[in-house]
């Protein structure tokens, strides 16, 4: 997956003094030096506005080009400048060339003016009514104001005969189609892999009705909720077909800040009442934790870049919700291994472990693996550079081995129910470690618990 990125480039703005002013000027309106030079683009750009009008808060999506050009939309004491100037890179940093459009005049009998950044697109090449932008600066009260420290209007004073560069933050990221499943619940409910966005369902007994659930979402930066918030009070909405007179609700998703180090966010899920049902628990907090942008990072389809599949949640229907996130009301200790590739392997993913009393569940969720049976241990060491003898087989009942699909794709989940000595030779999860086989037992990966 590309990286969420962060790019600050400078506007290079140029202001000029010019000391006469025309005769002609008309009462009450700002004076203007005669020598300036005046051009009409209103025709040519008023097109170009119209047509980049949807473009105003998109963001687009993320390309290795490199940046060309900028187009800059700021106001001054004196008007408005909408322009598009060549972009130059000084092996450090990009801003944006000298340009005379970009000489803003001072208002006579002033030293400063007022200027305002509006709006500022960065493009691969010189754009026409087509060409869509490949960096974005974020405005204030958009969806993604969070991710930048300053997000646009930018407003500063601009003194008579100064360069003045400005850092301006841009961000792209990788925009991707969700793949949307149409749920029935004849047999199985199917456990989707971790994903961008949330999909839940509302159960008011183990074994009744599936409803579609409604819910509120916020999330932080870090690993609890101590850290700067990224969204906050985001409600999925389900509504009823008007045909069939089924309720529905799309995903719910988020964009999140993908640094080149490991990034987590912590989320809280809140169950909704909806049109649809009513429950005692509308109101509180059913789901909650941290996961990063590696784990997310492992449920992009391999077969198709452009999609992803969701995180679906099953609230009150019987089975545990898959891993990072689980019910903060419920007492337990939560343990997550990052598994990384062994030898020639290439195997990826990650293991987890929920003790809950004598309850051990334990998750993986891998890729990259041979198609077959994996088997796969807890072992006695803490280090993967020596992990030890296996003390415990993380199987299906009866011996059986999860098996990698013909993707190299594996999910495995199972609850057990340990003795108290079974418990005592466990021991403490941080100082265990997980491994995965290939199904003659080459080692293929290996992760190292924490507790989370």
Known sequence: MKNFKNYFTSIVIVAMLFASCSKDETAGEPKVGDEMATISL?????????????????????????????????????????????????????????D?????????????????????????EEPDDMTMPIWVSPKAGSDYENFVNNALPLNFDLRAGSKKYVDVEVLCFDDREVNLYG??????????????????????????????AGYTVNVWEGSDSSGEPLYTEVSNAVVEDEITGDYYADPLCFWLPDTAETDTYYFEITLNN??????????????????????????????????????????????????????????????????????????????????????LTATTAA???????????????????????????????GGVWPEADAMGNMFYTRTFSLTNAEV???GDPEARTAVLHEADFTPVACGEFEEY
């Open 100 to 124: 005379e459009d970009l000489a803003i005049p001072i208002p006579a009998g002033e030293t400063t003016t007022a200027v305002s950044l509006t709006d500022f697109w960065v493009y691969a």
């Open 42 to 98: 209103g025709a040519i750009l008023n097109d170009f506005i119209k047509n980049q009008d949807a473009l105003k808060q998109s963001i687009p999506e993320c390309s290795e080009d490199a940046p060309m050009y900028a187009r800059v939309v700021l106001t001054h004491d004196l008007g408005e400048e909408d322009v598009v100037v060549p972009i130059n890179f000084d092996g450090t940093t990009y801003f944006t060339d000298y």
């Open 424 to 426: 005592s030779a466990l």
């Open 183 to 212: 749920y029935q619940f004849f047999d199985l409910v199917p456990i989707p892999l971790i994903k961008f966005c949330l999909f839940g369902n509302f159960c008011p007994s183990e074994d009744g009705r599936h409803f579609v």
């Open 367 to 397: 890729t990259e693996l041979t198609t077959g049976d994996v088997p796969q241990h807890i072992h006695e060491n803490a280090s993967c550079d020596d992990y030890g003898n296996p003390i415990w087989a993380l199987d299906y009942a």
């Open 274 to 359: 909806t049109d649809e049902y009513d429950s005692e628990d509308a109101g509180e907090v059913i789901l909650s934790g941290p996961i990063t942008d590696e784990e997310i990072r492992m449920f992009y389809s391999e077969e198709d870049d452009t999609t992803m599949d969701y995180y679906h949640f099953n609230y009150g229907c019987g089975n545990d919700n898959p891993p990072p996130f689980d019910d903060p009301r419920v007492e337990a200790k939560r343990y997550k291994a990052c598994l990384k590739n062994l030898g020639d392997a290439n195997a990826v993913g990650f293991a987890y472990l929920k003790l809950e009393g004598n309850m």
